[in-house]
């Protein structure tokens, strides 16, 4: 059976959504959380949850696939930890799908012994790649890693991410790397979805908070 009759329909990007708010989203207006960028916010997104998840790895892969079939592009990576499962799921769902693409890792640090080089893959020096993040808030991660990449040689078309939270980000991306930003999901669509199972919710919590019927007496003198 092929891949996309297997599982792809329709509703892939609503399925993968699904599963990214339940194991990724924690929403906490009263307390907030503290990101890597050191702001407070009223959302996290562990994105790492979902994009190491079984049920989403295929889910990523035809994602992004549809997102750069036409390009003409060797390679996917980023900035390790977020980007690297993204990067492999795209490149393995991408080859099953006859677009050979490879996959690359940016470290945060040069090897320290060998070549002490900052990539790892097996590229030609002026290769096509694209960037890839897991969640994008000022952009700094892909930023940093369109920068490593170009010192490499390689040339950069694009830059995805799974989640963008539209905080500026994909602003700054544009506009210090020159490349065209895209993202799968954002902030909104999350919320979105997070609004829905919250009615949801309290209206299974109405259900059970009804007064039980009072049983009939047959017997009952009226």
Same mark, same amino acid.
């Given at each position: 059976?092929?891949?996309?009759?297997?599982?792809?329909?329709?509703?892939?990007?609503?399925?993968?959504?699904?599963?990214?708010?339940?194991?990724?989203?924690?929403?906490?207006?009263?307390?907030?959380?503290?990101?890597?960028?050191?702001?407070?916010?009223?959302?996290?997104?562990?994105?790492?949850?979902?994009?190491?998840?079984?049920?989403?790895?295929?889910?990523?892969?035809?994602?992004?696939?549809?997102?750069?079939?036409?390009?003409?592009?060797?390679?996917?990576?980023?900035?390790?930890?977020?980007?690297?499962?993204?990067?492999?799921?795209?490149?393995?769902?991408?080859?099953?799908?006859?677009?050979?693409?490879?996959?690359?890792?940016?470290?945060?640090?040069?090897?320290?012994?060998?070549?002490?080089?900052?990539?790892?893959?097996?590229?030609?020096?002026?290769?096509?790649?694209?960037?890839?993040?897991?969640?994008?808030?000022?952009?700094?991660?892909?930023?940093? $890693?369109?920068?490593?990449? =170009? +010192?490499? @040689?390689? %040339?950069?078309?694009?830059? !995805?991410?799974?989640? #963008?939270?539209? /905080?500026?980000? $994909?602003?700054?991306?544009? =506009? +210090?790397? @020159?490349? %065209?930003?895209?993202?799968? !999901?954002?902030?909104? #669509?999350?919320? /979105?979805?997070?609004?829905?199972?919250?009615?949801?919710?309290?209206?299974?919590?109405?259900?059970?908070?009804?007064?039980?019927?009072?049983?009939?007496?047959?017997?009952?003198?009226?």
């Amino acid at each position: 059976m092929e891949l996309d009759e297997q599982v792809m329909d329709q509703d892939y990007k609503k399925e993968l959504l699904e599963i990214l708010y339940v194991k990724s989203f924690k929403h906490d207006p009263e307390h907030g959380f503290t990101l890597t960028s050191g702001k407070k916010s009223d959302i996290y997104i562990d994105a790492k949850k979902t994009a190491l998840t079984a049920t989403a790895m295929e889910l990523i892969g035809f994602a992004f696939f549809q997102l750069l079939k036409m390009e003409p592009v060797d390679a996917v990576g980023g900035m390790t930890l977020g980007a690297d499962p993204i990067a492999y799921s795209t490149a393995l769902i991408s080859t099953m799908h006859g677009k050979y693409i490879d996959a690359f890792v940016i470290r945060k640090e040069p090897k320290k012994h060998g070549t002490q080089q900052w990539i790892e893959g097996s590229l030609p020096p002026d290769a096509w790649v694209i960037i890839m993040d897991d969640v994008v808030t000022t952009g700094g991660s892909a930023i940093e $890693a369109v920068k490593r990449a =170009r +010192e490499a @040689g390689y %040339k950069v078309r694009r830059v !995805f991410a799974l989640v #963008d939270r539209e /905080e500026g980000g $994909a602003e700054n991306i544009e =506009r +210090e790397t @020159g490349c %065209k930003f895209t993202s799968l !999901f954002t902030r909104a #669509d999350l919320m /979105e979805v997070h609004e829905r199972h919250m009615k949801e919710k309290e209206k299974e919590e109405g259900k059970g908070q009804q007064a039980p019927a009072l049983p009939i007496d047959d017997k009952a003198d009226f």
